[in-house]
């Protein structure tokens, strides 16, 4: 492990190219996997200067690859480049680029779903959370369909200051499909607004860098990627928990096109249904005829905050599950109709 504290300034030396390092290794793209590389360098620095100052910093990135933003992690004079890749043979390519770095690679063969990095890096980072960010950084080029998942176990672990936020407010630097970095960032009122951006607005600060044509990339995907960086907050502009949160946006947003209180009537059973939301609304002095995209984070402040009164005073109420409601009711209609038929009515 490199030394803490010690400035170094560093270069790899002359080595084959990503697409030689391809070649050579045999490292086809499995279309299963999502695997799509960046191979030209100059973009691949352009992600790590948008971390930010990387001397003598501790960076994890997740899925290397080939190893193209390894390379420029490691041109940026980090103290410490730890790597998490799940597919086995991209680690001697890796490998040689630690040969080439000596003491500043440090290569795992795992998933980052499952890899514990607050054990990684020396406790000697650690920052309060009300400090400057510590000097660790997560930078990643992942398939979308790992990033997403991804992103939202960090935001809870944001706000649980555990996981990678076990140093301090851990910044972030990752690629998404377009529209999902869009619906990150979308603002109050925008057409992208969704449950993404406010679970990830009221934890950090949120901000798409730049967008990648997807024919950077080899093979060419689909879609456009977005690079998105995030800051946690020094304080979460909604205070109540992950799950709390979740719920109540999750319920706004799944009727996106109705007034918000189709959404927030679900968070209430059948009986009390008219009242509860009426009596949600008007204590958050939320309009009922917003529509969800609409809804401003301290909109979603004072409908979380009055919800958690709700449900502290009805220890059931954050249990309920309108969908487990609605089968339950499916069930009864279902037995009555089979007791009409059996009796030949
Ligand atoms: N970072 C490289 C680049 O930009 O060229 C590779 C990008 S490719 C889209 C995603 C990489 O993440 C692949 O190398 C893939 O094997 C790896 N990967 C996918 N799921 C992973 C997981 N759960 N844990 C670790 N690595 C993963």
Redesign the pocket.
Known sequence: MAASGTLSTFRLPPLPT?REIIKLFRLQ??KQ???????DLRL?DKIVRKAGNLTNAYVY??????????RSILNASVAELLV????IR?IPGLQMLSDAAPGKLRIVH????T?KIEKAFPESLKRQWEDDPPNVHII????FS?STPLIIKWLENVSQRDGPFAYGRTQMTLTFQKEVAERLTAGTGSKQRSRLSVMAQYLCSVQHVFTIPGRA?VPKPEVDVGVVHFTPLTQPRIQQPFNLVEKVVQNVFQFRRKYCHRGLGMLFPEAQRLESTGKLLELADVDPTLRPRQLSISHFKSLCDVYRKMCDEDPNLFAYNFRDELKKNKRKNQEKEDDRKSYGL
Not at 140 to 143: I, Y
């Open positions: 990503i793209a499995v996997l999502s695997q799509n590389f960046l191979l691949t990135e997740v899925g290397p690859g080939p190893g193209g933003i390894t998490v890749e799940k597919d991209f795992g998933d980052v779903l890899f990643g080029n992942l398939p790992v990339f």
